[in-house]
């Protein structure tokens, strides 16, 4: 071993120079002076105990306690080397080193010459074992583990060299310092730059349609794979001191950068810059960084973005243009869908894809543009695209329902559960919109929901015509208005032949709503004169008596319109009651809940009560007008008389 016989060449020139003689100089760093050949500079003390190792023909000293004696007299260093056990033949050398410079002028050139040759060598395989991380026959083994704690020991007996602070007369070898982190990590660099620059092998871009597209995932597809090899069994490889998680991913984020920077720089089509956009400002934070593997040891926030503002801007602004045309498209594609395709039975009940279909588009242009836009603003912008596509559908929906009445049905009632599912989106989505967006759009939805409402009840008020004619007269009165009772029950069961559940509320509480306003239209039209307490109280117990029923079929048919239910008691307790000052209160109440109650429905109302006079009536009316103006009015008051009649809406009291 090279070393030994270093040894023995120190020892025989130690004796060979026994009458040499030192006379030392005042400074601790001034040469000493000899009659031999040789002078002995100021030696580093981490030197000294090699120099006393020579002298006294005792071992040297081994500073890594992994490395015995024993097993660098059974290897030597090209053995070291030739079994990959990097580490150990850095050591070796290392200890050369030492007892080489600490003997000062006795070391022979050839000496030094041989030691920085094999340094060299050490090198050249532990570059190549850098090289190797990432080829799938070597890949993160005990070769690259070797490799990085031979690099470690390197650094440490730099700092040694340094920390000696020799002057430029020093004795210091010619090859220190070393430096081999920074040849690791710029050869690291260029490991990783010829990586995302030679992905061609890379699969899962084979589908995408332009080449560009294929290199930008290629690309980011072989820099997440390296990046997850690194956090799984690279960073085994190294010590702690290295951070090469880190490391890694500030190259590849580097290199990454670069190669994007220069193929937006290219001039790109809108479809690529899309594309490149996708990958800058969603795919590689959300899918690369935000993995949760790569999370768990990258320092993601310190790494900054991959294009600067001034080139992210305009691949912003052609993606907005880009997905507002898109969702127009996809638009009109889903009404051509709908218009060629009938309405389905699934499960018993009509339905259509097109709420689905439109929305899951919608939501999910909206939630991509919100990571890659990074700009709320412009999110509302593409949002606002849903505003033009319900006026479309609304013109398909009306010119639906001027099919003859009834032959839409099933058509119709499967878009009402379309239309319901468009409204509880925008609610649940509001702040995707303006507030000129959701108001216009919410409005657009309640005219269909109320169209289509309208066109199916109107079946069952065809059939519940003959039946009203029975309200307000003497066959009411004798109990027969519970044939209307019972036709609105069999309408109902009807009506929810193959209905969704979901329209049960909307489309019960319209109905609800039109047999009330119908129910107090018909009994507002004095086909009948209540001349007495009597036959007023009489007729009071009846229209309360229809109230719970009404109530009680609407409430069982799904309708939520509670507001509704004491309407009918008000209106009897105006019937019920004599004195005029009280009827004159009850009035007021009426007025009060229900502030679209007009003079005229007043009058219609009194006059049923055959026992007051003009003039009873007008105090009354004045009475009521004068407590409205002093009461103000509920914001959870809905309209109802104003539906009642159907001749121009009365100016309200």
């Not at 049923?608 to 914001?635: A, F, G, Y």
Request: aromatic share 8%; proline share 4%.
């Amino acid at each position: 071993m090279r070393f030994f016989k270093c040894f023995r060449l120190f020892s025989k020139q130690r004796r060979g120079h026994d009458n040499m003689t030192i006379t030392t100089g005042s400074h601790p760093n001034t040469p000493v002076k000899t009659r031999g050949t040789f002078r002995i500079n100021w030696m580093p003390r981490f030197l000294k105990k090699h120099r006393r190792s020579a002298t006294s023909s005792k071992p040297p000293v081994i500073s890594d306690p992994s490395i015995t004696l024993e097993e660098l007299e059974v290897l030597n260093f090209q053995e070291c080397l030739n079994q990959k056990h990097f580490s150990k033949a850095a050591q070796t050398l290392i200890i050369q080193e030492n007892s080489l410079f600490a003997q000062g002028a006795n070391s022979t050139q050839k000496d030094r010459n041989n030691l920085e040759s094999d340094y060299n060598t050490l090198l050249n395989q532990i570059w190549l074992a850098i090289r190797a991380t990432f080829e799938p026959s070597t890949g993160p083994t005990e070769i690259l583990k070797e490799a990085a704690k031979a690099i470690q020991l390197e650094e440490e007996q730099d700092r040694k060299w340094k920390d000696a602070g020799l002057s430029e007369e020093g004795d210091i070898p010619v090859w220190r310092p070393r430096g081999c982190r920074t040849t690791h990590d710029s050869l690291l660099q260029q490991l990783v730059t010829t990586r995302l620059e030679d992905a061609e092998d890379v699969s899962g871009a084979e589908n995408l349609s332009s080449s560009l597209k294929k290199e930008i995932c290629r690309k980011g597809k072989r820099l997440k794979d390296d990046l997850l090899q690194v956090v799984q069994k690279v960073k085994l490889c190294y010590p702690e001191e290295f951070d090469i998680c880190n490391l890694y991913a500030k190259l590849y984020h580097d290199a990454f950068a670069k190669q994007l920077k220069s193929i937006a720089e290219f001039g790109l089509d809108t479809d690529d810059s899309v594309y490149l956009l996708n990958w800058v400002n969603d795919y590689y934070p959300r899918d690369v960084l935000k993995h949760n593997e790569l999370e768990l040891d990258i320092n993601t926030e310190a790494l900054g973005p991959l294009l600067p503002e001034e080139m992210i801007n305009p691949l912003k602004d052609l993606y907005l243009t880009n997905k507002e045309s898109t969702m127009q498209s996809w638009g009109h594609n889903v009404l051509e869908k709908e218009m060629t395709n009938p309405p389905n039975k699934i499960d018993g009940y009509y339905s259509t894809d097109m709420a689905i279909d439109y929305l899951q588009l919608f939501d999910s242009a909206v939630k991509d543009a919100t990571i890659i836009l990074e700009d709320p603003d412009k999110v509302k912008k593409i949002a606002a695209q849903l505003r033009p596509f319900l006026t479309s559908y609304k013109r398909f929906l009306q010119e639906m329902l001027r099919e003859k009445q009834g032959q839409a049905a099933p058509k119709v009632k499967a878009h009402l559960a379309s239309l319901i599912e468009f409204k509880q989106y925008i609610e649940n989505n509001g702040n995707l919109f303006t507030t000129a967006v959701k108001d216009s759009s919410l409005s657009v939805v309640a005219e269909l929901i109320d169209a289509s409402s309208t066109y199916l009840t109107s079946i069952a008020h065809k059939a519940l015509k003959p039946k009203y004619s029975k309200l307000g007269t003497e066959d009411w009165f004798s109990g027969k208005y519970i044939e209307v009772l019972d036709e609105i029950e069999k309408q109902i069961k009807n009506l929810k032949k193959n209905l969704r559940m979901e329209c049960y509320e909307v489309l019960f509480g319209h109905m609800h709503r039109q047999v009330l306003v119908e129910y107090v239209r018909r009994l507002f039209k004095k086909k009948v004169k209540l001349s007495d307490r009597v036959q007023q109280e009489s007729a009071a117990a009846l229209v309360c008596a229809d109230s719970s029923r009404l109530a009680e079929l609407f409430t069982e048919a799904g309708s939520r319109e509670d507001w509704l239910q004491n309407l009918l008691p008000k209106i009897a307790d105006v019937l019920r009651t004599q004195d005029l000052p009280f009827i004159q209160l009850e009035v007021a109440v009426l007025a009060r809940d229900y502030p679209d109650l007009s003079s005229r429905h007043i009058g219609a109302l009194l006059n049923l009560k055959h026992n007051l006079s003009s003039e009873d009536i007008s105090k009354i009316k004045q009475s009521v007008k004068q407590t409205k103006l002093c009461v103000t009015r509920s914001e959870n008051c809905q309209p109802f008389f104003s539906m009642v009649v159907k001749w121009q809406r009365l100016a309200l009291i």
